[in-house]
């Protein structure tokens, strides 16, 4: 695609049907319209919902796939249809690990009517600890109504061009001319879209803008890191994208300050997405607030302390997730490797539970000579007081012992000792401990194979691979 697309700047806002849903944009918008009633539920009649499917997921893992069969009966759940949440946490948690051991014995044996084709992908992970994931029809129908649904409550205009940056294989949507399709997607089926466009990310910010002025789009959808630097890009250079309205986020953690670089450098709001290729959507940025909502509908989602137990509003624990529609390789309390601050209840009326934010991941923590970790909570604000010390491209900070802190820096210029300094004094003051603090300048940060990025790594004691967050 070479030639400049045409403008999207309708001024009605107005959502259009098209003339004749298919037949899975009906069944869409039905899913969209129970979705509308249950989230104006109260947070007890949702988890007596969820409660329901629960019984009905296990009830049938119980009876065809065999790696519960096994586990239930050790377990002595006598009545999996009606488990009680009591008996729920007596289940042990799977994790990546588990799933590669238990291999096909996760698989049912046997589907009931209506759950259509099974198909399989494969999650990487970020130190490859690839697992298979069965999916069905239905939990892939599932899937893409939530798309709808974040659409609808952000109230995005069908209309506009969408373009996404991801990262891709070689060669693939590559620069100068990305690739482009006539439609956003699945929701097409419900609602005439505009076209989307998309760009592989492994090439510079300066071409990323150069292909970003050319598309011009309405909606644009990357990696947060990498929104950070397009947006720091063309504040630097003074470029403004007329038509964006409004940027999207996924497969990271999403700092504050990308919020604030695109609000300054496009005038624009970030909408993030909690999601994994193997388990779906997990939660949505609520479009009154900054927080998430979980897809309570779809998903039972648990906030784990350290002993197991649930977390209340303001405490951080280990996220936990069932996905409740995925018949073909049920995925009991899959603990997904992500830790998470419970929310309270969301002014917007919405009664899904609430995440106050995604804090990352166990190799995100730094661990103290006596052993204790700690989240380094960079997300928690003052990044931009380290970022005003030099001329800071990308950083990236790497615990590499218990000793010492390595501090990977892309600048534009040599840093000098004063600056240097500060730096030094900044790590130790953040991390609370007087770590050495040691500097390697590189031309680029390199992110993970599956294309994240990571701002803290913890290279001492690695615990077993969790799951990287948020393949989509
Ligand atoms: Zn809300």
Redesign the pocket.
């Known amino acids: 695609m070479t030639k400049k697309l045409p403008d999207h700047q309708p001024s009605n806002q107005k959502k259009k049907v098209s003339a004749v849903p298919t037949a899975k944009g009906r069944a869409m918008l039905s899913i969209i319209h129970q979705y509308g009633i249950i989230e104006k539920w109260s947070p007890e009649k949702i988890l007596a919902g969820q409660f329901q499917k629960i019984g009905k997921l296990l009830a049938h893992a119980s009876k065809t796939v065999p790696y519960f069969q096994a586990l239930l009966e050790e377990h002595a759940i006598a009545d999996p249809a009606n488990v009680t949440p009591d008996e729920w946490r007596t289940l042990p948690l799977l994790d990546r690990q588990g799933i590669q051991a238990a291999g096909t014995n996760l698989h049912s044996t046997s589907l009931p009517p209506g759950h259509g084709r099974i198909t399989a992908i494969h999650t990487s992970g970020t130190t490859g600890r690839p697992v298979r994931v069965l999916r069905t029809e239905l939990s892939n129908l599932y899937w893409c109504a939530t798309t709808l649904r974040d659409h609808l409550w952000h109230r995005r205009n069908f209309r506009g061009t969408l373009a996404v940056m991801r990262n891709a294989e070689k060669g693939k949507d590559a620069y100068p001319d990305g690739s482009k399709s006539r439609s956003w997607g699945a929701s097409s089926n419900v609602f005439k879209t505009g076209p989307a466009v998309s760009l592989n990310l492994n090439c510079t910010p300066a071409e990323q803008v150069d292909w970003l002025r050319r598309v011009n789009p309405t909606y644009l959808m990357t990696h947060p890191t990498n929104m950070y630097r397009l947006a720091n890009y063309c504040l630097d250079n003074g470029i403004r994208l007329e038509s964006l309205k409004q940027t999207m986020t996924l497969s990271e953690m999403l700092r504050p300050e990308v919020r604030d670089a695109c609000q300054a450098a496009w005038r624009v709001g970030v909408s993030d997405i909690y999601s994994g290729r193997d388990v779906g959507y997990v939660a949505l940025q609520?479009?009154?607030?900054d927080?998430y909502?979980v897809q309570a509908e779809g998903l039972y989602l648990e906030v784990l302390d350290e002993d197991g137990n649930p977390c209340q509003p303001g405490e951080i624990g280990r996220v936990v997730v069932t996905p409740l529609d995925n018949f073909a390789m049920p995925l009991i309390r899959y603990d997904i490797g992500d830790f998470a601050e419970v929310g309270g209840p969301?002014?917007?009326?919405?009664g899904?539970l609430?995440l106050k934010r995604i804090v990352g991941r166990v190799q995100d923590m730094v661990i103290l000579p006596g052993g204790e970790r700690r989240w380094t909570l960079l997300s928690a604000g003052n990044i931009e007081s380290f970022l005003a010390i030099g001329p800071i491209r990308q950083y990236q900070f790497v615990q590499k012992d218990l000793q010492i802190i390595e501090v990977r820096l892309v600048v534009d210029r040599d840093l000098t000792s004063p600056e240097k300094d500060a730096i030094r004094d900044w790590v130790t003051a953040r991390l609370d401990h007087p770590f050495s603090v040691t500097f390697v300048f590189v031309d680029d940060i390199e992110r993970t194979s599956s294309g994240k990025y990571r701002d803290f790594i913890s290279e001492v004691d690695a615990p077993p691979e969790p799951l990287s967050r948020s393949e989509v």
């Open positions: 609520c479009p009154e607030h927080h909502h969301c002014p917007c009326g919405r899904l609430v």
